[in-house]
């Protein structure tokens, strides 16, 4: 019986372990992209933005629409009133309708409404350019998140590593001092050793742990415990890049880049609102067409007949030719012409700022290439240093403060590689971003 009882358990440990384990989502950096892209708020708010403009555009193909109205009224009429039949005064009491419909249609406004729709269009494309914009942006910010985290888990691993070591020194010390080859001060230094060690990988889990946290806000995860990123050995990408100068990313950049689209998009409608501005000075006409008829509820004569012979028709062509309007529509153009003028400075700012964006990105890049080289190169002398001196201080020969020290220096050449590794890969996927490679797997 007792050992059902055990198997039983067992099963229901495997069982919640397998599903703790399934629930929890591994995510690859695209994936992370994905979501925080699905769930982002800004971004939510520019695709509204975009449906907000689109119905914009409705009104605008609709203003080249005629404008039809019906309107109709019933109504009781009792004391003193116009006999409508004879035309004398009356104390009577009276029940009528009245219906009138009627057509309008713009035949020119100074081409105001295709202004308009242009306008409409060019709103469109800016609002396609500033949603795909932020989602550039907030693919950035992803990567760095992700990256972040990989370095963060790395040098958790290198400190656990060392912790290892850390342990195994001691007992080996232990056993020295037992079989009195080391002095008792030894065994403290060493001890000391494994309780700086114990208090790195608790330093080094903590920022692992914050680094994830952060990542998981950003991509709008209510339970951070059930959010992890793949474990997979990330090594410094494949990639020509760094083969580019400046003027030829920048070119591509110019061409690709949703923010130098959405600045001249944004130029080409202040020039528009410049052209709708200036069609209020032009002569506006418009046609006409109204029908009207009413009828007495309690008339000799059928409904029918007192349409036909109360009917209306009126059919005509307005026209408008501004003259003086209060200085309103000029002042509008002038206002219309500085919104021209700060927007194409708006689009010269954001040209220079790509510029000199690139030139930092690529220098980075390069100057990330070299450290990274450099610390490949530093890790392993320090590596090598690290062993000799294991070797000595096991054999007697070096003293435990200088064994120490190569240690701790290993662990910072370690250390170093790791974030110059992750910087260089980074530093890559940016300047490939601004090339208009917007592959961020790795």
């Known amino acids: 019986m007792g050992e059902i009882k055990n198997k039983k358990s067992i099963l229901i440990f495997l069982f919640f372990f397998s599903f703790s384990s399934f629930a929890q989502e591994k995510l690859s950096l695209k994936d ?5 892209i699905e769930k982002n708020i800004s971004i939510k708010n ?21 404008s039809f109205n019906i309107n109709g009224n019933h109504s009781w009429n009792t004391g003193l009133t116009q006999n409508i039949t004879t035309g004398i005064l009356e104390n009577q009491t009276t029940e009528n309708s009245s219906i009138n419909m009627s057509v309008a249609v713009d035949v020119f406004n100074g081409l105001a409404n295709i202004r308009r729709l242009h306008r409409a269009n060019l709103d469109l494309l800016a609002k396609k350019y500033q949603l795909e914009d932020m989602k550039e942006d907030i693919s950035l910010l992803v990567a760095n998140s992700y990256l972040q985290i990989l370095f963060n888990k790395e040098q958790l691993d290198v400190q656990k590593s060392q912790l290892k070591i850390s342990q195994e020194e001691l007992k080996n010390a232990k056993e020295k001092f037992n079989n009195g080859v080391i002095p008792e001060g030894n065994l403290f230094e060493i001890e000391a050793n494994l309780a700086l060690s114990e208090q790195n990988v608790i330093m080094a889990e903590n920022s692992y742990q914050l680094s994830k946290l952060s990542l998981s806000q950003l991509l709008m995860f209510e339970d951070s415990n059930n959010f992890d990123i793949a474990d997979d050995n990330y090594e410094i990408p494949q990639t ?16 690709n880049r949703n ?8 130029l080409e409608i202040a020039i528009k609102d410049q052209q709708i501005s200036k069609s209020a000075l032009l002569p506006s006409a418009s046609a006409f067409y109204s029908y009207n008829s009413r009828v007495i509820m309690d008339a000799p004569t059928s409904l029918k007949s007192q349409f036909d012979l109360n ?7 307005q026209l408008n030719i501004p ?33 000199n964006t690139i030139y930092q990105a690529l220098n980075d890049a390069k100057g990330a290439m070299k450290s990274y080289e450099a610390a490949k190169k530093s890790e392993i002398a320090r590596k090598t240093a690290y062993e000799y001196a294991k070797e000595r201080f096991e054999n007697g ?8 020290q190569a240690q701790q220096l290993f662990e910072t050449a370690q250390s170093e590689l790791i974030k110059a590794k992750y910087d260089y890969i980074f530093k890559i996927k940016v300047l490939e971003f601004y090339f208009g490679i917007a592959d961020f797997s790795l």
């Open 311 to 317: 009917a209306g028709e009126s059919i005509g062509l």
């Open 46 to 66: 520019s695709s509204l933005d975009l449906l907000n403009t689109t119905e914009n555009k409705k009104t605008a193909i609709g203003n080249f629409v005629p």
């Open 32 to 36: 992370c992209i994905e979501r925080a």
């Open 397 to 404: 020969a070096l003293n435990t403060i200088n064994y120490f």
């Open 259 to 266: 923010d130098i689209k959405l600045a001249e998009t944004n």
């Open 240 to 255: 020509d890049i760094l083969s580019k100068d400046a003027k030829e990313i920048l070119e591509e950049a110019m061409k």
């Open 323 to 355: 003259i003086i309007n209060g200085w309103s529509s000029r002042a509008g153009i002038k206002k219309s012409k500085l919104n021209v003028l700060r927007n194409k400075n708006l689009l010269d700012q954001t040209k220079m700022d790509l510029e």
